[in-house]
């Protein structure tokens, strides 16, 4: 593995490298319920609401920012839901600072674009499924890759696979399906449920 950094490379002997890339936050709830989202994350004003004037939100949902970034938030958010507006103002200040870290932190560990040149036609994209690049780069989507190659359609149920799609692929944010987690059929039945919504 050759490592550059500042123009210094330096060359490490291994068998094997595993990376990661960056924290994804699940907004498929929020996508469910109808919220706007921008840049990948729920779009809330001031007060931690949403769109869905019921709907508050809070931490990583809203843009990746750690723990404490996301207790603030989550304060912020329950005493606004409760009516508490000028509690909620107090904290507005510790937000602020705590964002302004997320931001610093956000530029610095930006994925690269040259990232997507390390990835070959050969290069195993849904590991559930063992679909590669090469079976679904000539897709338009999402939807249409899934039908043509299974793939996100594993265990993980595109939970690994779609932000890495979109990263090397540019596609759309696919809509979510519920269930949002895989859940056993007898769970459903036992419920009620007699189907699940497959309007995909």
């Known amino acids: ?5 500042g123009g210094r490379e330096r060359t490490i002997a291994c068998d094997r490298l595993a990376c990661g890339f960056g924290l994804v936050a699940n907004i ?11 840049h990948d994350a729920v ?5 931690q609401q949403t769109c869905q ?18 207790l603030t938030e989550g304060a912020i958010a329950g005493y606004a ?21 997320a931001t610093a932190t956000a ?33 338009p989507d999402w939807n249409t890759a899934k039908m043509s190659s299974r793939c996100g359609m594993g265990a993980c149920q595109g939970k690994v696979c779609a932000t890495a ?20 059929t007898e769970t459903l039945v036992a419920l009620g449920l007699s189907r699940c919504d497959d309007d995909g």
């Open 81 to 101: 839901a409760t009516g508490q507006r000028e509690k909620a103002e107090r904290l507005a200040a510790q937000r602020r600072r705590w964002r302004r870290f």
């Open 28 to 38: 498929e709830l929020a996508m469910l319920l109808g919220c706007r989202i921008e």
């Open 165 to 184: 799609a979109r990263q090397l692929l540019s596609w759309p944010l696919p809509s979510p399906r519920v269930p949002l987690t895989p859940v056993r």
């Open 53 to 70: 004037a019921q709907i508050y939100a809070a931490g990583e949902c809203t843009g990746v920012g750690g723990s404490e970034l996301a």
């Open 1 to 5: 593995v050759r490592v550059n950094n």
């Open 107 to 139: 530029a610095a560990f930006a994925l690269d674009e040259r990232l997507n040149s390390l990835a070959n036609p050969q290069t195993l994209l849904c590991r559930c499924e063992d679909v590669t690049l090469e079976q679904v780069r000539h897709q």
């Open 43 to 47: 779009a809330v004003n001031h007060w």
